[in-house]
């Protein structure tokens, strides 16, 4: 049976061909420090992000857990309704993909869209997925080209299905899913929101 995702790649990809879980803590692990911190389903820490300076910088790095820079993500300053390129290679001057303000969108709901594919050296085409959630908090789904949902992004609830606090998020993952983006898709929400 074919995939119903393709992984997008990256040059530190990391895919799995099952769902996988994460709880994210919008806190760093370095005291007074702002960013997050991704833990897998085993508790162990896999990716973070540490803003040393202040909050909501308009450059931000994505780490796997030795402090491996994985993903840049540059908030462009010069428009209005904000624009962010995440670059997967440090040495790369061409976005790996691009997220903006989806225009038309009404009540409590927002949607950002994504351009995917703008590395022209990563031989795949450009494809336009989209995220859509409530401007309330930081619950998101990612949904791709067509429509299928890729992740979701929620908030944690303990075993009793008490919520665990604003900042304690709960993502599921669907197969095939390259997981560096969609930890870096709710890097950019976090600096939207301003959590971190």
Known sequence: MAKVHLCIPS????????RETYTIWMKSLVLNSNGYTVYDSNGEVVFRIDNYDSKCRSEVYLM?????????????????????D?????DSRIPWFKVGKAFGFF?????????VGTNEAQSISSSSHRMEGSVDNLEF???????????????????SGVALGEDVLFVTIEPHIDHIFVMSLVAILGLIRRKM
């Not at 995440?86 to 440090?90: F, P, R």
């Not at 789904?141 to 992004?153: H, Q, S, T």
């Open 11 to 18: 040059s530190s990809s990391s895919c799995s061909t099952q």
């Open 64 to 84: 796997d857990l030795r402090g491996n820079i994985v993903c840049t993500i540059l908030r462009k300053k010069l428009l209005r309704f904000g624009l962010w």
């Open 86 to 90: 995440c670059y997967n290679d440090k």
């Open 107 to 115: 009540n409590n709901d927002y949607i950002y869209d994504i351009l």
């Open 141 to 159: 789904k990612i949904f791709d080209g067509k429509g299928r949902i890729m992740a979701v992004v929620q908030r944690k609830l303990s075993s």
